[in-house]
């Protein structure tokens, strides 16, 4: 059986299994997605879809349907696919089309709380005692309640998917947040804690040319799920990845030990970090995180380029490409606000 994901413009993202030989509008009707569909013959395109990442095989296609350049783009009919390994479709069309339901909803504890600087903190959760694995793709966030609190937040799953069920979570810790306040004074393990999950358009998708990370701040946090598939499986990385880490100050940089093991586990990873505002002490790279870019580094304009931090930091970055020519690149983004 092979596992698909399906993703929604809404954020929302379902998994589903879907057997040897089974189309994939079926397998997803069998699990209570019911995916818009009219004639089921190839021909209407109320299923279209794009296949992200995975092999498949396409029936019938009308040329109405899809165009050539569609199918080059991973343009799929769900009513036409066959899927030959795991795979990840995006719809252009809310969830709520094909399912009333929201994301799960998950009671875990905490296990650990890290503090790893005055500024950040790695929350440890424990998960296991869900039924099965906890599904979501590396990218993706997940909406926290703050224990004692009817407050919700949201924050990247820094790991990835795993049989056991242990989430790591990177958080920024602000003066007076309430998350913050949280895991400063009262967090103790064993406290229970509740997420919905998986959410968020922002993950990894099919890796055809050299990649580029950039995170600012606890950005890093959907950089650590990606990498951490990576190492799982670094026979399939056959591409370059290069990550760009830039924060405020130097004690803002975390997780540095976790990068270089990284460099060790993935053929061709590599990663260059920058300070914005140095102490005296600082000995390496200073500035905005386009100070570390050099044209090199982007491939004569053909990478995936993935961005996730601040809005300011993202609309740097998006601005330094704009001014080159990258037409035959692909760009995502995720932005986030500390809260």
Same mark, same amino acid.
């Given at each position: 059986m092979h596992?698909?994901?399906?993703?929604?413009?809404?954020g929302?993202?379902?998994?589903?299994? #879907?057997?040897?030989?089974?189309?994939?509008?079926d397998?997803?009707?069998?699990?209570?997605?019911?995916?818009?569909?009219?004639?089921?013959?190839?021909?209407?395109?109320?299923?279209?879809?794009?296949?992200?990442s995975? $092999?498949y095989?396409?029936? &019938? #296609?009308?040329?109405?349907?899809?165009?050539?350049?569609?199918?080059?783009?991973?343009?799929?009919?769900?009513?036409?696919?066959?899927?030959?390994?795991?795979?990840?479709?995006?719809?252009?069309?809310?969830?709520s089309?094909?399912?009333?339901?929201?994301?799960?909803?998950?009671?875990?504890?905490?296990?650990?709380?890290?503090?790893?600087?005055?500024?950040?903190a790695?929350?440890?959760?424990?998960?296991s005692?869900?039924?099965g694995?906890?599904?979501?793709?590396?990218?993706?966030?997940?909406? #926290?309640?703050?224990?004692?609190?009817?407050?919700?937040?949201? &924050?990247?799953?820094?790991?990835?998917p795993?049989? $056991?069920?242990?989430?790591?979570?990177?958080?920024?810790?602000?003066?007076d947040?309430?998350m913050?306040?949280?895991?400063?004074?009262?967090?103790?393990?064993?406290?229970?804690?509740?997420?919905?999950?998986?959410?968020?358009?922002?993950?990894?998708?099919q890796?055809?040319?050299?990649?580029i990370?950039v995170?600012?701040?606890?950005?890093?946090?959907?950089?650590?799920?990606?990498?951490?598939?990576m190492?799982?499986?670094?026979?399939?990385?056959?591409?370059?990845?290069?990550?760009?880490?830039g924060?405020?100050?130097?004690?803002d940089?975390?997780?540095?030990?976790?990068?270089?093991?990284?460099?060790?586990?993935?053929?061709?990873?590599?990663?260059?970090?920058?300070?914005?505002?140095?102490?005296? $002490?600082?000995?390496?790279?200073?500035?905005?995180?386009?100070?570390?870019?050099e044209?090199?580094?982007?491939?004569?304009?053909?990478?995936?380029?993935?961005?996730?931090g601040p809005?300011?930091? #993202?609309?740097?970055?998006?601005?330094?490409?704009?001014?080159?020519?990258?037409?035959?690149?692909?760009? &995502?983004?995720?932005?986030f606000s500390?809260?």
């Open positions: 596992k698909v994901a399906l993703s929604f413009n809404d929302r993202t379902h998994f589903i299994g #879907v057997n040897g030989n089974e189309v994939l509008i397998a997803a009707m069998r699990h209570g997605l019911t995916l818009p569909v009219d004639c089921r013959e190839g021909v209407c395109a109320s299923c279209k879809g794009t296949c992200q995975g $092999d095989d396409l029936e &019938y #296609v009308d040329e109405d349907a899809l165009s050539e350049d569609d199918l080059a783009k991973g343009g799929i009919l769900a009513c036409q696919m066959r899927v030959k390994s795991d795979c990840a479709v995006r719809f252009d069309f809310d969830s089309l094909c399912t009333s339901a929201g994301p799960e909803e998950v009671e875990a504890r905490v296990s650990k709380v890290e503090v790893l600087s005055d500024s950040t790695e929350l440890h959760l424990d998960a005692s869900r039924a694995q906890l599904d979501f793709l590396p990218g993706q966030y997940a909406h #926290v309640q703050v224990p004692g609190t009817d407050e919700w937040r949201s &924050y990247s799953f820094a790991c990835e795993n049989q $056991d069920n242990q989430l790591q979570l990177l958080i920024r810790l602000l003066p947040g309430v913050s306040n949280y895991l400063r004074d009262r967090a103790q393990p064993g406290d229970r804690i509740k997420l919905k999950a998986p959410l968020g358009a922002f993950y990894l998708q890796v055809k040319r050299p990649l990370f995170a600012g701040g606890t950005g890093l946090a959907a950089f650590l799920g990606m990498l951490d598939q190492a799982s499986n670094p026979d399939k990385q056959a591409q370059p990845v290069r990550l760009f880490y924060v405020t100050r130097p004690q940089l975390c997780e540095l030990e976790r990068l270089k093991t990284y460099e060790q586990r993935i053929p061709e990873f590599s990663f260059l970090t920058t300070v914005m505002n140095p102490d005296a $002490d600082w000995q390496g790279a200073s500035g905005v995180v386009t100070d570390l870019f044209e090199s580094h982007f491939n004569g304009g053909e990478v995936d380029a993935y961005l996730c809005p300011p930091m #993202v609309e740097a970055v998006k601005s330094w490409l704009d001014q080159r020519n990258m037409e035959n690149s692909r760009i &995502y983004f995720e932005k500390a809260s």
